[in-house]
């Protein structure tokens, strides 16, 4: 079956830097596509979202790039600071609209640790 | 208090008995998911529901059941527990629509079977 998956397992940078999460994914009818953070010991939370029909979207220090072209999602967190040490799951949904919205399909995850 | 709870938060099995995970929910939607999560795997889709009467199965369905009591609560059933089903078990939930992209996970379970 088609999935998303990452090329980075771990990313470390120092506070203060901005950081890079990839996310190669595989099937091209996907309508959504998501970025997910899990903080040790918690549930994911919803960072931000983008729509197959964009490029980019800009959130609170975070933007989401989407290139269609290489099937190629990205996460940037500018001044990434040590409470954005976490794991980062991009996701896609492949709904169409309607009922269909609400099935995710994560990627394995990215470990992202911010050194002081 | 948080907007979605599990219980229990950990438990420990033995192959065969029958296990229920619990997930309650104070925002209101009507979507409720389950998922589990094994290290390396990412979150898999294990049953959805888009209201009361909506069940539906997800990517890894087989060996469990769930049952929508109310709106708000969502049961995760193991009928008969085997060691392969030993991960961290998330509920979630959403709105409908394409703010179903958004959804807002408890805390987990994390269920070991012997």
């Known amino acids: 079956g088609e999935s998303v998956g990452l090329h980075l397992p771990t990313l470390s940078v120092q506070e203060g830097d901005n950081s890079i999460i990839n996310c190669a994914y595989s099937n091209s009818a996907s309508d959504y596509f998501i970025w997910y953070k899990q903080e040790s010991g918690k549930g994911p939370q919803f960072i931000i979202d983008?729509?197959?029909?964009?490029d980019k979207r800009q959130g609170q220090r975070v933007t989401v790039l989407l290139n269609k072209t290489v099937k190629h999602l990205s996460l940037q967190i500018a001044a990434t600071q040590p409470g954005d040490s976490a794991v980062y799951f991009c996701?896609?949904?492949?709904?169409?609209?309607?009922?269909?919205?609400?099935?995710?399909?994560f990627g394995q995850g990215t470990i992202l640790t911010v050194h002081p | 208090d948080a907007d979605v709870t599990q219980t229990p938060r950990n438990r420990i099995t033995k192959t065969g008995k029958r296990i229920m995970l619990e997930c309650s929910q104070t925002?209101?939607?009507?979507?409720m998911y389950w998922y589990r999560q094994d290290p390396g795997l990412g979150l898999r889709l294990i049953y959805y529901?888009?209201?009361?009467?909506?069940?539906n199965k997800g990517e890894i369905s087989d060996g469990y059941s769930v049952s929508r009591q109310a709106q708000a609560k969502f049961s995760l059933s193991l009928e008969s527990a085997i060691p392969n089903q030993t991960a961290l078990y998330f509920c979630?939930?959403?709105?409908?629509?394409?703010?179903?992209?958004?959804?807002?996970f408890g805390p987990g379970t994390r269920l070991t079977v012997l």
């Open positions: 925002k209101g939607h009507d979507r």
């Open positions: 996701a896609e949904n492949m709904g169409t609209g309607g009922t269909s919205y609400g099935k995710l399909t």
């Open positions: 529901s888009f209201d009361v009467k909506d069940i």
């Open positions: 979630a939930t959403s709105n409908p629509g394409a703010t179903a992209n958004e959804q807002f």
């Open positions: 983008i729509r197959s029909n964009m």
